[in-house]
């Protein structure tokens, strides 16, 4: 039985979004499963998929948090 964890930053995908719409993360359940499905012949059934979301204050990259790193970089 395959247990897939997804982490995702929760700052949404487009404009005035905040977090990872309930019908994305439908889809990555949905796709993350038909891979498993496809590639190792693992029953949907059998799948599980969690869902993470970070908050941007809690990760970071280039030893800096998040929003000091894009600030640097000229990044959203």
């Known amino acids: 039985m395959p247990i ?7 700052e949404g995908t487009r404009p005035g979004a905040d977090c990872v719409t309930p019908e994305e ?3 990555l359940i ?3 499963s038909q891979l ?3 590639v190792l012949n693992k029953p949907l059934e ?3 998929v ?3 979301e970070v908050p941007t204050e809690n990760w970071g ?5 998040t929003d ?4 640097q970089k000229g990044l959203k």
């Open 36 to 38: 498993l499905l496809d």
């Open 46 to 48: 059998a799948t599980f």
């Open 30 to 32: 949905k796709g993350v």
């Open 68 to 71: 000091v790193y894009r600030k």
């Open 61 to 65: 990259w280039g030893g800096l948090p």
């Open 4 to 10: 897939v964890t997804i982490q995702v930053t929760r």
């Open 25 to 27: 993360k439908a889809q």
């Open 50 to 52: 969690v869902i993470e």
